[in-house]
């Protein structure tokens, strides 16, 4: 703080010996004080009676003359004491001060951090496929979610054929009990081979257009791996680069932190001229 340099010069007072000074200087004012407090115009005596013969017990003041200068010496070691006290607080706010500096405080330019680009997504990929492709692929997916929720095993036609291929080996059923019994006949509505020859052409049709769309998924995978893999060196890359440029600034400003903290502990506190002759008595009376 540049108002808190009014304190100090090349010659002065170490923070230790300002604080000594105040001490002192607060030891005799405190003296001086008790002196005035005490002040008493008149003497007291003391006789018995029947005795002429008097005691002192206190003898009144006769010098008032230095009540003055006693007040201005106390004022003066009071404003000496102010001075150092202040000069001690701004001399810690300094060193703070130079301690808690950062890379502005010096003109270091610090580097931005590097952010990852975010990877494509499918429907990036997806989106830079002209009509045609696109329209394929959603066609793809479509129909092999259709065929597939369609022929796949606990789906109705995968069921339909279980249920003719199990009443080809049980084709008649009893239901219910004495003369209430029903007896159920099943009797195949196509050909078994019709039935299977449709089955395997409509696996062979999936399979097909799930071959088609598993290679459109696998190129959108390779972009997709392509693109997170030259991110991934390129985001390395520059963290590298940024790491070693805030490695030296940071080097540079823990130096610039250190001697300015330095400079800061090593401030001498003046004493201003007006406050010098109270500070030589202090000084004196220290010895």
């Known amino acids: 703080m ?72 106390i004022t003066a070691c009071k404003s000496l004491i102010a001075w150092l006290r202040e000069a001690i607080s701004a001399k810690t706010r300094l060193i703070n001060e130079a301690a808690a500096s950062s890379y502005g405080n010096y003109g270091l330019e610090v580097p931005e951090c590097p952010i990852k680009e975010e990877y494509l997504s499918e429907d990036d990929v997806v989106a830079t496929w002209n009509i045609k492709q696109r329209n394929r692929y959603y066609y793809l997916e479509a129909l092999c979610a259709t065929i597939g929720g369609y022929i796949h095993p606990g789906n109705p036609f995968a069921n339909a054929r279980d249920e003719f291929l199990k009443i080809l080996s049980q084709p008649n059923e009893l239901k219910g009990n004495g003369r209430d019994t029903l007896l159920y006949t099943y009797t195949p509505s196509i050909e078994p081979n019709k039935l299977e020859k449709v089955f395997m052409h409509l696996q062979q049709v999936y399979r097909g257009y799930q071959a088609e769309l598993n290679s459109l998924k696998h190129s959108i995978e390779e972009t997709l791996n392509k693109d997170k893999t030259e991110k991934n060196l390129k985001y390395q890359t520059e963290y590298n680069l940024y790491k070693d440029i805030k490695a030296t600034v940071d080097a540079e400003l823990r130096t610039f932190v250190h001697e300015a903290t330095v400079s800061a502990q090593n401030l001498k506190i003046t004493i201003p001229d007006s406050l010098k002759p109270i500070y030589d008595k202090i000084q004196k009376l220290g010895k």
């Open 2 to 73: 540049e108002k808190d340099k009014i304190f100090f010069a090349e010659s002065g007072l170490t923070t230790t010996s300002a604080n000594y000074v105040a001490n002192l200087a607060k030891e005799h004012y405190k003296g001086l004080e008790r002196e005035l407090f005490l002040i008493s115009l008149y003497s007291t005596s003391v006789s018995l009676l029947d005795s002429s013969e008097n005691k002192l017990l206190r003898e009144g003041n006769t010098d008032i003359d230095s009540i003055e200068e006693k007040l201005q010496e």
